[in-house]
């Protein structure tokens, strides 16, 4: 089996799928790779709730630094 990376332009991303979907099932994988910048809506989710919380008791910190916390995380 062999391996590739592609990257596909959202122009012609849901074109490239239904080409996808009528090859044998059992011949092809699928995996969507994330930006590099991503992050999941739980730890999104998470890091605002800890913001949330700590902004009554002055625990904030610069909004530069927040997001490039967020960024590098």
Do not use: C, R
């Not at 990376?5 to 239904?18: N, Y």
Request: charged residues 25%.
């Amino acid at each position: 089996m062999h391996t590739l990376q592609l990257k596909i332009d959202d122009s012609i991303f849901d074109k490239f799928m239904g080409l996808l979907d009528i090859l044998p099932k059992e011949k092809i994988s699928v995996s969507e790779d994330l930006d590099n910048n991503s992050i999941s809506f739980e730890n999104a989710q998470t890091k605002v709730e800890n913001a949330i919380n700590n902004i009554s008791t002055n625990g904030g910190i610069d909004m530069d630094d927040a997001f490039e916390q967020v960024l590098n995380s």
